[in-house]
């Protein structure tokens, strides 16, 4: 396979990705997405959890349908967000929060590292 027709496949798997989360936000996760959300996050808990689907829905629908030209662009967006997003990871991580079957410190500290793949792939994929 070449070299562009694995990052065409990684983008379109990574926004694709991004839609499916964004969609459990809005619906049947709300409830472990709330556990991520650090308790300094200025709004209630549940629309942190609503925006952030709607901008996973929106990055990720960018990134599979974005042209060539701007790809870039929506790739760094993609991976600011993934930091932007990183210190909820922190937060189940220090505070003990079960969700999506990180019912551990363990699992939750590989999730971790996880976060920077993430940034990686967004800017990897759309250059």
Request: proline share 5%.
């Amino acid at each position: 396979m070449k070299q562009q027709d694995l990052k065409t496949a990684g983008r379109i798997l990574l926004g694709a990705s991004l839609v499916y989360a964004g969609i459990s936000h809005l619906t049947f996760a709300r409830k472990e997405f709330r556990a991520q959300v650090p308790d300094f996050i200025p709004l209630k808990k549940d629309d942190t959890v609503v925006y952030s689907g709607i901008a996973e829905i929106a990055l990720g629908a960018a990134l599979i349908a974005t042209p060539q030209e701007h790809r870039p662009k929506i790739g760094k967006f993609a991976a600011a967000f993934f930091t932007a997003v990183f210190p909820g990871n922190i937060t189940q991580y220090t505070h003990q929060r079960n969700a999506f079957g990180l019912d551990t410190d363990k699992k939750r500290l590989v999730r971790l590292f996880f976060q920077p793949v993430l940034v990686w792939w967004a800017l990897a994929s759309t250059r």
